[in-house]
């Protein structure tokens, strides 16, 4: 899913220096969002980062500036940036269902891409209660199933082998008897210490 659009919202605030000021920043927060949509669709990720985070400066706890700078982090591979990011947006979103879900379907994104495959499972089915039609966020679910069974079926594997190594531990071939490698040696000795016999010379004819 591309970059959420910042959508104005209006409420009252009784004392009049703080409406100007949370105007004001509500503003520039907005046009920030803006600005990083605009490079986030050119493909400026890193452009539309900063615009992001500048969002999230202004508009403190803000889920949509997390939201929306979490996915210009996870575009340039900055995969536990994002999570964090997206995790952010989840903890911070309203009561809204499809925006929930869409920033637990990216935080599945990213858990994946940091093979913490029962995260992604975890968040994969958090956002399909939300959403249970969504045919993406199905398809990534059986992914990160299918990863974190081939996970767990390895380590089963490695456990084994360990467990057999301890079990049956490959041991090192008997000492030969003090007595027998004596004798080797000593015969060894005898043959190097005996003369080598002469080359036989061609015999003096009478």
Request: glycine content about 4%; hydrophobic content about 25%; overall charge neutral.
């Given at each position: 899913?591309?970059?959420?659009?910042?959508?104005?919202?209006?409420?009252?605030?009784?004392?009049l220096?703080?409406?100007?000021?949370?105007?004001v920043?509500?503003?520039?927060?907005h046009?920030?969002?803006?600005s990083?949509?605009?490079?986030y669709?050119?493909?400026?990720y890193?452009?539309?980062?900063?615009?992001?985070?500048?969002a999230?400066?202004?508009?403190?706890?803000?889920?949509?500036?997390?939201y929306?700078?979490g996915?210009a982090?996870?575009?340039?591979?900055?995969?536990?940036?994002?999570?964090?990011?997206?995790?952010?947006a989840?903890?911070?979103?309203?009561?809204?269902?499809?925006f929930?879900a869409?920033?637990?379907?990216?935080?599945?994104?990213?858990q994946?891409?940091?093979?913490?495959?029962k995260?992604?499972?975890?968040?994969?089915?958090?956002?399909?209660?939300?959403?249970p039609?969504?045919?993406?966020?199905?398809?990534?679910?059986?992914?990160a199933?299918?990863?974190?069974?081939?996970?767990?079926?390895q380590?089963q594997?490695e456990?084994?082998?360990?467990?057999?190594?301890?079990?049956?531990?490959n041991?090192?071939?008997?000492p030969?008897d003090?007595?027998?490698?004596?004798?080797?040696?000593?015969?060894?000795?005898k043959?190097?210490?005996?003369?080598?016999?002469?080359?036989?010379g061609?015999q003096?004819?009478?």
């Amino acid at each position: 899913a591309g970059p959420w659009v910042a959508k104005r919202q209006t409420g009252l605030v009784l004392i009049l220096t703080l409406t100007v000021f949370a105007s004001v920043s509500a503003q520039s927060s907005h046009q920030q969002l803006r600005s990083g949509d605009e490079q986030y669709d050119l493909e400026h990720y890193k452009e539309a980062e900063q615009h992001y985070r500048e969002a999230a400066e202004l508009k403190y706890g803000d889920p949509l500036a997390q939201y929306n700078l979490g996915n210009a982090l996870y575009q340039q591979g900055r995969w536990e940036d994002a999570a964090t990011r997206f995790e952010q947006a989840v903890s911070a979103a309203p009561d809204d269902a499809s925006f929930k879900a869409d920033a637990l379907h990216n935080l599945g994104n990213a858990q994946l891409q940091l093979h913490k495959y029962k995260d992604a499972v975890k968040s994969y089915e958090n956002s399909l209660r939300l959403r249970p039609g969504d045919a993406d966020t199905k398809r990534n679910l059986q992914m990160a199933k299918k990863k974190l069974k081939e996970e767990q079926q390895q380590q089963q594997k490695e456990q084994n082998k360990q467990d057999q190594q301890q079990q049956n531990p490959n041991q090192p071939p008997p000492p030969r008897d003090k007595q027998e490698q004596q004798q080797q040696k000593d015969q060894q000795q005898k043959e190097q210490n005996q003369p080598q016999q002469p080359n036989q010379g061609q015999q003096q004819q009478e």
